[in-house]
Every structure is written in structure tokens, then in C-alpha cells.
């Protein structure tokens, strides 16, 4: 099987990895990727060396993909370490393994700590659970390969606990962009769910609260989804069974043909062939088919269980991101859900690095609401990430704009003491070298003191120059000499000396100055002019 030019890249920076004598790395690859295609890869390559791999995973569905997909890429067969089943005595160098039973103590004395040299652990945001953790540990020198959608948990925990590095990242962006996944149009519905009063556990919403909370919107939605997903083939994610099973009532009397799958569904793998087949246009489920199930030709997603945990929410999306023959886009169904403490993942988070960004994108949807239009999530994202830019160039603009107005109106230290001291005497200051007090940076106090006195602070040197200052403007108000605003004002008319000037003769050109309209008075020269006390003084 030939590799996509992004899977050969994950395959050879995995195994570069383990050469360099990094153990536990991790690849990062969205839903309908290929990521099975890519660690068989490396499975492959690890046999080929001689040595026993471990394919390590919480679900049935998992574990089945998983051996069928290496046996379908590489020709290798597995053993199956699972409830009864045991790989004891298998010749076969993999093993695929249930975290379920291999976390057993004594079934895991039955293996040496040597007896793989290689882990991969499917879903590996859930890797650093104590099951998860009990299996590793009892095998220290494996090189561990952890492969996950995203690497988020929503109990905040870090995978970083457990890998050393991430060892190759191909993100939903570029994977639509470079034509691998379906492009995603979301779509928000003018319907308002109120979640205020749902709880928080586990750092996500409460599955029970969350199906008393919808309970009331669920014959709203159903009609809503008439108008959107008679033509489409959808999957809709819910908290409870009890609700999914309520869900898919109220949409085949809203003349949808739906069909529902649980844990305990016994016709499970018929329903899910049915609806492969066309039989059922929409699927309900209570977060079953969220890992391990692919039906490429979903082309609408209805996510009914809002979550705060990007890596659920990114597991629920990518049911339908897969390309499949006559797939024009994924259609995402979003609600205008009401939180007050909370923040939830909307499609924007989909695609967007920035709050912000997300944010603009989720206004941008929800004003479309009326029209019914939606829109595409990488074009929205563009035009949001170009509005952003052009509001930062404004805001940017602006504060230079309120930069160069402030410093207009405030005094460069340097001019103020040649103008204080045309000899030179102030200007000439420099810190004592031995005093560190002096070198320091000025304080925050220091420089709102010498802004509020007149003085541009940008360009005071130290400590030690604002103490100069300050003490030498608080002089000068004692003795009734020109403020640094009046020296500032009056040089911009090119008047000279005016720091030797007393305030109330600065005070008076001033004057003046406003009553001609700002403009020097005639018959007055200011390079020339001496205030008519002859009273100028120095610092």
C-alpha cells in the first residue's frame, strides 16, 4: 500500500525518534487520516527487525480495525489478547491487546517485561489513566507510540505526563486544504438551548444534566433537522440513551427514517449495515460511534452533546470528515447554546488556533442564522483572520496616533534641561556607577509623576534621572518658574529660553497665543523675545 506523502512523513519522523533514543512519542493525525495506516506502517518496520509489538486499545471496534487494517496493509497477522482469547503460544510477532484485560495483574505476569519491544496505543489522549499506565509500566524499555486525533483530555490532564515528544502533527486545516478530508460547512440553527444550569464533572458537562436540558428543545430539533438532513446521510450525538432513543421517535414522526444504536443494542451490526445500505437517513447514538466506527459517506453531523473537551468534540466531527464518492462537504448542525459560566467547543474550534478568532467565526455563523446560509468553516476562518488584521493595523494605528499626540504634548527630558540649564549643568547627569538604586529602571510611580508634570517618561535613563527630575520641577514650582507643559508649548513657536522664564510670563505668552488664534502676535519675534520683567532665572 502506498502512503500519502503526509503518512510517509509521520512514518519516517516516528522511527527517527525511536533512533535518536526518544521512547514515547506520539502522532497526531484528525479523524479519517489514516493513522491505522501509519503505525502498521511502523509495526511493519519494528517486525521486520525481529521484534513483538503490542496494539493497545479500550474498544472491541478498536481492536478489530486495527487487525484488519495491518493484516490488509502490511500482510501481518495478529493474536488477540482479550477476555478468553490469549496470544500464550502465538507465533505471530503483533499482538492486539484490551487495556480491559491486559491491566489484570495476573494476566500481566504471564508476559516477560521484555515481551514487546514496541507499544502503540490507539486513542492515546487516554493513555495516562492508571489502566493504561499499569500495562506500560510493566514493559520499561518498549519504545511506545501514542496516536490520537488530538492530543486534549477533559480532565485537563497532560499527555505529557507520558510522551516525550509529539513526533508529527497533520492538522484538519491542511489536511482539507491539501484535498484529504471533506471540506466542513457549519450551519447554526435559530434555536436558543438554555444550559445555564447544567453541572460541570470531570471538567466537562454532566451527561444526565445535560439530558434534562435538552429534553425540553428535542420536537424543536427534530423539525428543524427535516428541513436540513432529508437528503443527507446524518449522525446525531447524544448524552443519554434515553434521549437518543427519544430522538429517533420524534424524527420518524417528523418523517425522517432514523434508527438508534447503544451499548446494549443486540441488532447493533445489522443497524449499522442498514443504514451503510441507505435504509435510515439518520443514525442517533449516545456517544457510541464517537471511536472506532467509519461510514464515509456521513455528510451531516448533529452534535446534540455540547462538550468543553475539544478532543470529544473533534472525535464527533470527524464521522463525517472522510471523502466518499459524490461528497460534496460535511455538514455541521450547530445551536445557538446559551451558557453563562462556560465556555463550549463550537465548530470555529474546530480549524481556529485563536480565541478570538473562534470567537468572530461563532458571531459570523450565528448572524447567519436567518438566511439559512452557514458557511464554509476555512473561509470563514480567512475572512475572520483578515478582519482581525485590519482591526489590529486600526487599534495599532491609533495608539501610534495617541503615541505621537502624547509625546506632542509632553517635553523630551534632554530638551527641558537645555532649556532649564542652557550651560548644560542638568543634562549632564549620569548615575553613580556605585549606586544601583540609581542604574535601576524607574519606577512605575516615578514615570506617571514626571507624565503628569509634563515630561515624555520614554526617554528618562534610570532611576536616578527621574529622582533629577522630579526634584528639579518641584524647585521649580517653589520659585515660580515655567512648567515643563508651558516650555513645551511656547518652543513649539520657536520662543527661546523659556525655562528661564517665571510661570506667570509663560503664562501670559500663553495667553496671548489663544487670543491670536494660536498664532505669535504680531511685532513679536520669538527667537528674540524676552519677557518684558526681565526676571529669567536659572535652575
Known amino acids: 500500500m502506498e502512503l500519502r506523502p503526509y503518512q510517509n512523513e509521520a512514518r519516517n519522523a516516528i522511527l527517527s525518534q525511536w533512533r535518536e533514543g526518544i521512547d514515547k ?299 466518499a464518492p459524490g461528497k460534496k462537504e460535511l455538514l455541521l448542525l450547530d445551536f445557538l447554546w446559551q451558557t453563562e459560566k462556560h465556555d463550549l467547543c463550537r465548530p470555529a474550534h474546530l480549524i481556529c488556533q485563536n480565541e478570538d478568532i473562534s470567537r468572530r467565526v461563532a458571531e459570523i455563523l450565528a448572524e447567519k442564522t436567518l438566511d439559512n446560509s452557514g458557511g464554509d468553516l476555512l473561509e470563514l476562518e480567512q475572512d475572520a483572520e483578515s478582519s482581525a488584521v485590519q482591526e489590529r493595523e486600526k487599534a495599532l494605528a491609533k495608539e501610534l496616533e495617541k503615541q505621537r499626540l502624547r509625546k506632542r504634548s509632553l517635553v523630551d527630558p534632554l530638551q527641558f534641561e537645555m532649556s532649564i540649564s542652557p550651560g548644560g549643568k542638568v543634562a549632564e547627569y549620569e548615575p553613580d556607577p556605585f549606586n544601583l538604586r540609581e542604574q535601576a529602571p524607574p519606577s512605575a510611580a516615578q514615570l506617571a509623576r514626571l507624565e503628569k508634570d509634563g515630561i515624555f517618561p520614554d526617554s528618562v535613563k534610570c532611576a536616578g534621572h527621574a529622582a533629577r527630575l522630579i526634584e528639579t520641577i518641584q524647585k521649580r514650582r517653589m520659585e515660580g518658574l515655567a512648567t515643563p507643559k508651558q516650555i513645551r508649548c511656547l518652543e513649539r513657536f520657536h520662543f527661546r529660553n523659556v525655562g528661564t522664564w517665571e510661570f506667570a510670563e509663560a503664562n501670559k505668552m500663553i495667553s496671548r497665543l489663544v487670543a491670536n488664534s494660536w498664532n505669535v502676535p504680531r511685532g513679536i519675534d520669538p527667537e528674540s523675545f524676552q519677557p518684558d520683567t526681565g526676571k529669567q532665572k536659572t535652575a
Request: charged fraction near 25%.
Open 25 to 323: 512519542t506520539l502522532l497526531i493525525l484528525p479523524t479519517g487520516c489514516g493513522k491505522t495506516i501509519v503505525f502498521s506502517k511502523v509495526i511493519e518496520e519494528r517486525v521486520r527487525q525481529g521484534g513483538n509489538v503490542l496494539i493497545l486499545a479500550h474498544r472491541e471496534e478498536l481492536l478489530k480495525q486495527a487487525a484488519d487494517k495491518l493484516r490488509a496493509s502490511t500482510g501481518l497477522l495478529t493474536a488477540l489478547e482479550k477476555a478468553d482469547s490469549s496470544s500464550e503460544g502465538s507465533w505471530f510477532n503483533v499482538t492486539v491487546g484490551s487495556v480491559q484485560t491486559l491491566q489484570n495483574a495476573k494476566r500481566l505476569e504471564r508476559f516477560a517485561h521484555n515481551h514487546f519491544d514496541t507499544i502503540i496505543v490507539d486513542e492515546a489522549h487516554h493513555a495516562v489513566s492508571p489502566s493504561y499506565r499499569r500495562v506500560l509500566d510493566h514493559f520499561p524499555d518498549a519504545k511506545i507510540l501514542g496516536v490520537t486525533a488530538t492530543a486534549d483530555r477533559g480532565d485537563r490532564r497532560n499527555l505529557g505526563e507520558l510522551f516525550e515528544t509529539i513526533a508529527y502533527e497533520y492538522t484538519l486545516v491542511r489536511a482539507i486544504r491539501e484535498g484529504y478530508l471533506s471540506p466542513i460547512r457549519a450551519l447554526t440553527l435559530p434555536l436558543s438551548i438554555d444550559l445555564a444550569g447544567v453541572k460541570i464533572q470531570s471538567g466537562d458537562f454532566q451527561a444526565a444534566a445535560l439530558g434534562s436540558a435538552l429534553d425540553p428543545y428535542l420536537e424543536q430539533i427534530a423539525h428543524l433537522m427535516t428541513e436540513h438532513c432529508r437528503n443527507r446521510k446524518t449522525v446525531v450525538f447524544l448524552p443519554l440513551v434515553a434521549t437518543s432513543q427519544k430522538m429517533c421517535a420524534l424524527l420518524n414522526a417528523a418523517g425522517l427514517t432514523a434508527a438508534e444504536v447503544n451499548g446494549e443494542s443486540r441488532d447493533r451490526a445489522e443497524i449499522l449495515a442498514d443504514f451503510h445500505a441507505g435504509k435510515y437517513q439518520v443514525l442517533c447514538n449516545s456517544m457510541l460511534l464517537t471511536e472506532g466506527w467509519d461510514e464515509p459517506a456521513v455528510d451531516c453531523i448533529v452534535c446534540l452533546r455540547p462538550t468543553k473537551v475539544r478532543a470529544l468534540y473533534a472525535q464527533i466531527v470527524g464521522r463525517g470528515t472522510r471523502l
